[in-house]
């Protein structure tokens, strides 16, 4: 299956950074490793992509493993807002996004 | 600057009716996504338009479902007749090109009683 695994859920506290790890270690050399999240009620949001270096955004930061085998998305202080189900994905060249079934993030006050 | 526009937001249709969502996207995005999303899962590509061409329809449901994106701007999602299973959220997302950063919109939520 060409989709990726993740934790069914993590918590955190706000204002603490947060590592949410992903296995995909069927990748193919040009899939990229995307990341989204989904408040509840709205489409996915993108956050992050790479492939194979690590990648920094305003958003966020995308730690990618050598083997590419697995990718870790930080976020370096987490707020409330924060909190969402996060979706490792694998992405073509072409823009074909595979979801799996995502983290669930819980952000503690 | 808008982003992309679905509607209707909820509907709840009985089996065997037909139903139609429809999306538009983000101006000057050439590439059209519909997604379907079941509940507790992630989002799923139906299809995938590259202005008026349907480049990638391999997971839609050829025999009830059907898509079309005229003038490749608007497009439309329909199911005809909708079962029981067809009950999930529709996604519709727009990207400049292929292989771009997608933009989704908030999804029909649609119920088959």
């Known amino acids: 299956d060409a989709k990726t695994t993740q934790p069914n859920s993590m918590e955190s506290n706000e204002e603490e950074p947060v590592h949410l790890p992903c296995n995909h270690s069927?990748?193919?050399?040009?899939?990229?490793i995307h990341w989204y999240r989904q408040l509840p009620s709205q489409g996915p949001e993108y956050v992050i992509h790479?492939?194979?270096s690590n990648v920094n955004n305003r958003m966020a930061s995308l730690a990618i493993a050598e083997d590419r085998k697995s990718s870790t998305l930080i976020l370096h202080r987490a707020t409330l807002r924060d909190a969402a189900v996060y979706y490792c994905?694998?992405?073509?060249?072409?823009?074909?996004?595979?979801f799996g079934q995502g983290t669930i993030l819980t952000v503690h006050p | 600057e808008a982003g992309v526009v679905q509607s209707p937001r909820y509907k709840i249709i009985e089996k065997k009716q037909p139903v139609a969502f429809w999306c538009n996207p983000i101006?000057?995005?050439?590439?059209l996504y519909w997604y379907r999303q079941n509940l507790g899962q992630g989002p799923e590509l139906l299809i995938r338009?590259?202005?008026?061409?349907?480049?990638?329809d391999s997971q839609l449901p050829k025999d009830r479902f059907s898509a079309e994106r005229l003038k490749g701007v608007d497009s439309t999602l329909k199911i005809q007749p909708a079962e029981l299973g067809d009950s999930a959220v529709y996604l519709c997302?727009?990207?400049?090109?292929?292989?771009?950063?997608?933009?989704f919109g908030p999804g029909t939520r649609l119920t088959v009683t």
């Open positions: 997302a727009s990207s400049p090109e292929s292989g771009e950063e997608q933009y």
């Open positions: 069927t990748i193919s050399g040009t899939d990229y």
């Open positions: 790479g492939l194979t």
């Open positions: 994905i694998r992405g073509t060249s072409y823009g074909k996004l595979t």
């Open positions: 101006s000057g995005h050439n590439t």
């Open positions: 338009y590259e202005n008026e061409e349907a480049v990638d």
